[in-house]
């Protein structure tokens, strides 16, 4: 329990930490005073002064903060050459931007890790058997898992959907698949005889196997880490589209008077990253991957309080081409805030209730992915 507790506050502390980085870097490339960055959460524990920043620990073990001078009116005007409000509209974009970046970065870099060690995934142009079904066609005919399936009558197959194509022209009609097996390190030409399921079992299809046109390709070690990349940014891109429906999903649900199924905070986090972490390293590792992802997304959001929030009002100076009272800002700012704390209540309120209907935290999983 301890270490599940552990592994949750580092995983959360890394992406906030990542996160809050970004902001830091560019804010002291840009010229912007950074008073403070801590680790953690306050009240502080200690802190030290280096050069113009503080670097504190605080008590609460949650990620970690930037504070910039200047980001108050009444402070920007104590040094206005370092103060945040007093830089340029793309100073400050920059700023608050980098912070999603830097996430988007790390869930680049942590799947581009995971591929490295665990293989490049593609395309072999062949549909080969990987499981077949108790007392299916395939069985009783002789197909055995690592076939090759190259022909389905006297038609060649070279993807799924060529296979599942010829095969349902085929069903309840006796027809000849032509499979390559590898037999004492030789590759031989079978042909095997079978009539395809008008009505198969759920799950089966037609002829009872389990297909797969994809192989685990491991590069050269020093090719890696090129791949690596490629195919973690690919990733990235799919989490990030994913991520963008699925919120598209809830809002338009919402609208329709559908509750947010489905939907978990912080116990659900915390459920899942302690799954994962059963699953080794890697496994952790991918879901750090993709909890960036989210919370990069989640972050630009034009809504007050996030980072998307922040741009918004940049945008609206840039159409009525004067800056927004900061007073009225942070008012907005505080209400986005503190509607924030009330979803998130509300949401952890539901995930308790969960947690105590389904027996645990194995039990909640379970229900997370109905």
Known sequence: MFGSILVFILVLSVLVLVHELGHFMVARKSGVKVEEFGFGLPPRLFGKKVGET????NALPFGGFVKLHGEQEEDAKTDTKHSFLRKSKKVRASVIIAGVIMNFILAIFSFAVVYS??????????????????????QTSGIIVGDVISKVGEDPVSSSDDFIAKTGAYKGKSVVYEVRRNIDGREDAIKIRLTPRENPPEGEGPVGVTITTMEIYYPPVWQRPFFGIYYGFKEGIFWGKTIVMGLGDLVSGIFRGEGPAGVSGPIGIYAVTTEASKGGFLTLLNFIGILSVNLAILNILPFPALDGGRLLFIGIEVVIRKKVSTKVEAVINNIG??????LLLAITIGDVRRLVTTGGIDGFIESMTK
């Open 54 to 57: 503080v670097y504190s620990v």
């Open 117 to 138: 060690f665990s293989g490049i995934p593609r395309e072999t142009g062949e549909v080969k058997v990987v499981d077949v079904a108790a007392g299916s066609p395939a």
């Open 337 to 342: 805030f503190l509607l924030l704390l009330t």
